[in-house]
């Protein structure tokens, strides 16, 4: 069992727009047919009335998690991170714990 989870939030992300197209492989096997696509269009047309979350269209996914059976395997993990990431440093200054040290997290989980 998996004892320990890294938490890690990292800097310098794009944002993702979650609106945009999603490209799908052609589909192996059963094809549908040209009537069954124009009424899941027509459904798709219906449903997709203009809503604007109360999120937006764009997000950032600058959080990292990952378990670990031991504090050392998470050390090992956290090293992997930064040479590939840069970590997001603190800079609330009502949180002087953590102003300007590397924001990640090491907790003990059931």
Do not use: W
């Not at 090293?79 to 840069?86: F, G, L, M």
């Not at 040290?101 to 003990?108: A, D, G, T, V």
């Amino acid at each position: 069992m998996k004892n320990y989870r890294l938490t890690v939030h990292v800097a310098n992300q794009p944002k993702v727009d979650t609106r945009a197209p999603k490209s799908s492989p052609r589909q192996k096997g059963e094809q549908k047919t040209a009537v069954d696509r124009a009424r899941e269009e027509a459904k798709k047309a219906k449903s997709n009335t203009p809503q604007e979350s109360s999120k937006g269209r764009f997000k950032v996914y600058n959080t990292l998690s990952s378990y670990h059976k031991t504090k050392d395997d998470c050390m090992k993990r956290l090293a992997e991170i930064k040479t590939r990431y840069d970590i997001q440093l603190g800079n609330d200054h009502n949180k002087a714990d953590k102003y300007g040290k590397e924001l990640y997290n090491i907790s003990f989980v059931k």
